[in-house]
């Protein structure tokens, strides 16, 4: 126990002592946020809000994760630690770029969607080629039973799937001050009570409340009104490392249960689409759900707090699954 509140408090302390310098650093180089048109007018209010805040989030995570690791494991690092390293920085990397296109281009949509797809692919097929190398297990296990299918060759679609469909669906989510922080901090934290009491999975259960604890500093700054935005650089990380964790963990069926907020707005993106091209009609206000309850009249710190709340029952309904019933 010790342990992991140690781990969250590095992250939440080196993510807040770093937001007073990094934000001001932001703001000087003019690396705020564009707000797009068709979006709530509400948000016009935003615009040039310093973005690019989730490399605080990754550099923390890494940081304190290679700290509670070596003390924990005297030094030695399992391959399991680097691949999280390497998922979270690697969209993180791919997030930067595609806001580094938005704040410096002044090009609002960033990366293509061709060539940010090209790149979540790339990673994904470097992380399965890694599980591979280290001779993987290629099932999937029925949450709360001993169920195991095996799946073979097959476990690398899933892998790619999971690892590209998160990043995107975290993505999705992030559209409001401390939406994306609070609700990622829920299944990170989920994550981490399963991967250190229920498996147990040390460093993955490290790395989870080091995520946790790096959200919540970041929370101290992304609340509403949000001083910061994570932008792409955190999304994209956030979702590739959950995912991650998911897979290490072998909780890749649990992951739409604990991860329910991510999978409900990416659906009503899926949903309004396919409404709008089949029908002209429209099913929501607006798409991701969360604009539609702030187009609805619901103030922004009520959508948020609801999304949280739904993202905590949908954490716990996974741990009770995956712990109690198992």
């Given at each position: 126990?010790?342990?992991?509140?140690?781990?969250?408090?590095?992250?939440?302390?080196?993510?807040?002592l770093s937001s007073p310098i990094?934000?001001?650093?932001?703001?000087?180089?003019?690396?705020?946020?564009?707000?797009?048109?068709?979006?709530?007018?509400?948000?016009?209010?935003?615009?040039?809000?310093?973005?690019?805040?989730?490399?605080?989030?990754?550099?923390?995570?890494?940081?304190?994760?290679?700290?509670?690791?070596?003390?924990?494991?005297?030094?030695?690092?399992?391959?399991?630690?680097?691949?999280?390293?390497?998922?979270?920085?690697?969209?993180?990397?791919?997030?930067?770029?595609?806001?580094?296109?938005?704040?410096?281009?002044?090009?609002?949509?960033?990366?293509?969607?061709?060539?940010?797809?090209?790149?979540?692919?790339?990673?994904?097929?470097?992380?399965?080629?890694?599980?591979?190398?280290?001779?993987?297990?290629?099932?999937?296990?029925?949450?709360?039973?001993?169920?195991?299918?095996?799946?073979?060759?097959?476990?690398?679609?899933?892998?790619?799937?999971?690892?590209?469909?998160?990043?995107?669906?975290?993505?999705?989510?992030?559209?409001?001050?401390?939406?994306?922080?609070?609700?990622?901090?829920?299944?990170?934290?989920?994550?981490?009570?399963?991967?250190?009491?229920g498996l147990p999975q040390n460093?993955?259960?490290?790395?989870?409340?080091?995520?946790?604890?790096?959200?919540?500093?970041?929370?101290?700054?992304?609340?509403?009104?949000?001083?910061?935005?994570?932008?792409?650089?955190?999304?994209?990380?956030?979702?590739?490392?959950?995912?991650?964790?998911?897979?290490?963990?072998?909780?890749?069926?649990?992951?739409?249960?604990?991860?329910?907020?991510?999978?409900?707005?990416?659906?009503?993106?899926?949903?309004?689409?396919?409404?709008?091209?089949?029908?002209?009609?429209?099913?929501?206000?607006?798409?991701?759900?969360?604009?539609?309850?702030?187009?609805?009249?619901?103030?922004?710190?009520?959508?948020?707090?609801?999304?949280?709340?739904?993202?905590?029952?949908?954490?716990?309904l996974g741990v009770y699954i995956?712990?109690?019933?198992?």
């Open positions: 126990m010790y342990v992991l509140i140690m781990t969250i408090a590095i992250a939440f302390l080196i993510t807040v990094f934000i001001p650093f932001l703001r000087r180089l003019k690396f705020g946020q564009s707000i797009r048109e068709e979006g709530p007018k509400s948000h016009v209010k935003k615009t040039g809000t310093p973005t690019m805040g989730g490399i605080m989030i990754v550099i923390s995570v890494v940081a304190t994760a290679m700290i509670m690791v070596s003390k924990y494991s005297a030094g030695s690092f399992g391959y399991e630690l680097w691949l999280l390293i390497f998922v979270m920085a690697g969209y993180g990397l791919l997030g930067f770029m595609d806001d580094f296109i938005k704040v410096a281009m002044k090009r609002n949509l960033g990366l293509t969607s061709k060539q940010k797809m090209a790149g979540q692919l790339i990673i994904a097929f470097i992380f399965y080629f890694i599980l591979h190398y280290n001779d993987y297990a290629t099932y999937i296990q029925i949450p709360g039973t001993s169920i195991q299918w095996e799946i073979g060759w097959g476990y690398a679609l899933l892998t790619v799937f999971m690892l590209v469909g998160a990043s995107n669906a975290v993505n999705l989510t992030d559209g409001l001050d401390g939406l994306l922080a609070g609700t990622a901090a829920i299944a990170f934290g989920a994550f981490g009570v399963l991967a250190w009491y460093e993955i259960a490290i790395f989870s409340l080091a995520t946790v604890g790096a959200l919540l500093g970041f929370l101290v700054f992304n609340a509403h009104p949000a001083k910061v935005f994570m932008g792409d650089t955190g999304s994209l990380a956030l979702g590739g490392g959950l995912a991650a964790i998911a897979i290490l963990t072998k909780l890749e069926i649990i992951l739409v249960i604990i991860g329910g907020v991510f999978v409900i707005e990416t659906f009503s993106v899926i949903i309004q689409v396919i409404s709008y091209k089949t029908t002209g009609k429209r099913i929501f206000k607006m798409s991701p759900l969360h604009h539609h309850y702030e187009l609805h009249g619901w103030s922004e710190w009520r959508v948020v707090t609801t999304f949280w709340l739904v993202g905590l029952i949908c954490a716990v995956e712990v109690w019933i198992a």
